[in-house]
């Protein structure tokens, strides 16, 4: 069937916010529990929430850990950095693909709406998304479906007519599982994470064409 739509995660996908993150909290925690935060840990927190990340700290400190300092310190290292963000490349071309072959074009995140808008808004592609769904919006974030499939309901499209892509794992199969033919274009703290066998991997945006799937 010919795809109609294509969804796009945002935090690594979009914009890779997801390395600057790691960055911030495995400096927080060597400095203040002396943690030397492992990349593989930290990943399987992303492109969900981040309650497992909290339990792994947990086991590792031999003290009562302070959630809400840890949070605060590595978001003022996170915002200290921020404007070295940039687009991931080849990003904004192909959301330009995708309005110019007339794809309904989608968004959904396991980030909070207003964080995912602001960034939006910076880098002028809100008016790119015709449906946004993020955690406000859902009682579990991914690898449940619920995004997923609340999109595709907005977009008016059913799972075999669209495409969604990922740079996580639990992003992957939360997209697997609402039965959408998935790209994971890793960045560099997924790069190393196994992928479902049913989703395609490629290295960067100018990998692939939209045009490809028109008539699968």
Request: aromatic share 10%.
């Amino acid at each position: 069937m010919t795809i109609k739509a294509v969804i796009f995660d945002f935090d690594g996908t979009i914009i890779d916010t997801e390395s600057l993150w790691y960055k911030a909290f495995k400096e927080v925690l060597r400095e203040k529990y002396q943690l030397d935060l492992a990349l593989e840990e930290f990943a399987k927190g992303i492109g969900t929430s981040d309650g497992g990340l909290y339990q792994y700290i947990q086991t590792q400190v031999r003290m009562e850990i302070n959630k809400l300092e840890i949070k605060q310190l590595a978001h003022e290292h996170y915002s200290k950095h921020s404007k070295t963000l940039e687009l991931r490349e080849g990003v904004e071309e192909k959301l330009q693909e995708a309005k110019a072959l007339g794809l309904k074009i989608g968004l959904a995140s396991s980030s909070d709406r207003k964080w995912v808008e602001s960034y939006l808004r910076e880098f002028n592609l809100l008016d790119f998304f015709s449906v946004m769904k993020t955690k406000d919006d859902v009682l579990k974030v991914k690898p449940d479906p619920a995004l997923y499939v609340k999109t595709l309901e907005e977009l008016g499209v059913e799972a075999n007519e669209a495409l969604a892509i990922e740079d996580s794992l639990n992003g992957a199969v939360a997209a697997v599982e609402a039965g959408i033919k998935c790209i994971v274009i890793p960045n560099d703290v997924t790069a190393h994470l196994e992928f479902p066998e049913t989703t395609i991997r490629v290295e960067s945006f100018g990998k692939f064409s939209f045009k490809q799937f028109l008539l699968v």
